[in-house]
């Protein structure tokens, strides 16, 4: 019991008492409200800082972000799910679902439909930050309790786990599964730990045309720190910020990882043509030493989305920062989950991911 409070307390998630912190209404929770039984009516301050009351366990939930679905199918609340986005497509039961009338898809990820959604006669609505926060906010006006959350780096990914396991009835699940996360964690840490001195620069990009890349207030910033490298944007104060050309010539990474698809590149070697074709681009470390990658198909959703599968993200930037931890030949350009999923089986010393 003292380790769940305490594993509660330490993510900042808080229920039942108000008070002010720093400007801010958090909801503080109660210690005997700690357990999948607790009793509602329960507070949670979302990430647009509403103080939002659940007054009984939904039964009815709508998710319109992918990672909000991966977390209540991973915490055993998909019984729950009666809408998702058209992009929620893990785990693989989400279309099984679908396909058999048990969930309906309620629209794109920026612009779900409204009357899709209130034809599910949804107690929650769960989305995230950033595009969704507008219809999230317009959408409680109707009446319809709304719940927006975000993760800003890996630590929050754990938070959003916990709040659904809390508001959902399945807290035991979810801690289960944050402490399982957090050994893993903890193991690619500790592999990386020995890279501190000399951490490479990684670039992350999602897009060329502008170029929009991943910035400090990024999961994947955190996630770059975490895997022993240094995100090569940590200084700019957003998520996904577009950037210069000579933003990226300044910030001279030794790593640089494209999203599939990104401004129409469908592979590395597109990439690599397109850096190398830009005014000074051959200069860069990671062309010049052949270190640019792209994430294809099932390991680029796991970038796309800070979901339980981040672990994932962590073992790829790690194979990709040190490759000399693993006992496989070097990365492959190209990179599929399978790819990571083998390399971490060879790493040294063993350590098998969950």
């Known amino acids: 019991m003292l380790a769940t409070v305490a594993l509660a307390l330490s993510i900042g998630f808080y229920v039942s008492i108000v008070e002010e912190i720093k400007g801010f209404n958090v909801a ?20 647009l800082n509403r103080l939002v009351t659940i007054h009984k366990p939904p039964e009815r939930i709508v998710s319109i972000a992918p990672s909000i679905t991966e977390i209540l199918f991973a915490i055993g609340a998909e019984s729950l799910v009666v809408g998702v986005d058209e992009f929620s497509n893990y785990p693989p039961e989400v279309g099984e679902l679908v396909k058999a009338g048990r969930i309906e898809v309620v629209g794109g990820f920026s612009n779900p439909s409204l009357e899709k959604i209130l034809a599910l006669k949804p107690d929650l609505v769960v989305g995230v930050s950033g595009v969704q926060a ?13 719940l927006c959350l975000d993760a800003e780096n890996i630590e929050d990914v754990i938070n959003d786990i916990l709040i659904l396991g809390r508001v ?5 699940n979810a801690i289960r599964l944050a402490e399982r996360l957090r050994g893993e964690i903890a193991d690619i840490s500790r592999l990386a730990s020995s890279f501190t001195a000399s951490r490479p620069k990684a670039l992350f990009i999602v897009w060329i045309n502008p170029i929009y890349a991943a ?15 240094a995100n090569a944007l940590k200084e700019i104060n957003a998520s996904w910020p577009s950037i210069s050309w000579e933003k990226v010539l300044e910030s001279n990474p030794d790593v640089i990882v494209f999203a599939e698809g990104a401004g129409g590149l469908q592979s ?8 190398s074709s830009q005014p000074g681009g051959k200069s860069i470390n990671a062309v010049a030493r052949g270190r640019v990658y792209m994430v294809h198909s099932e390991l680029n959703d796991i970038f796309s989305r800070p979901s339980p599968r981040v672990v994932y993200a962590l073992w790829t930037l790690l194979y990709l920062l040190h490759p000399d931890l693993f006992d496989v030949e070097k ?19 063993p350590v098998v991911a969950g």
């Open 28 to 47: 503080l929770m109660e210690l005997e409200n700690r357990t999948a039984g607790a009793a509602f009516p329960i507070q949670i301050v979302d990430s």
């Open 134 to 146: 507008r219809f999230l906010i317009t959408i409680s006006q109707m009446g319809v309790t709304t």
């Open 168 to 172: 959902t009835g399945r807290l035991e």
């Open 215 to 229: 910035g400090g207030k990024s999961w994947i910033s955190s996630a770059i720190e975490i895997a022993g490298g």
């Open 268 to 275: 590395a070697e597109q990439a690599l043509e397109w850096l």
């Open 331 to 349: 990365p492959p350009a190209d990179l599929y989950l399978e790819n990571v999923i083998e390399a971490v089986k060879a790493i040294k010393p």
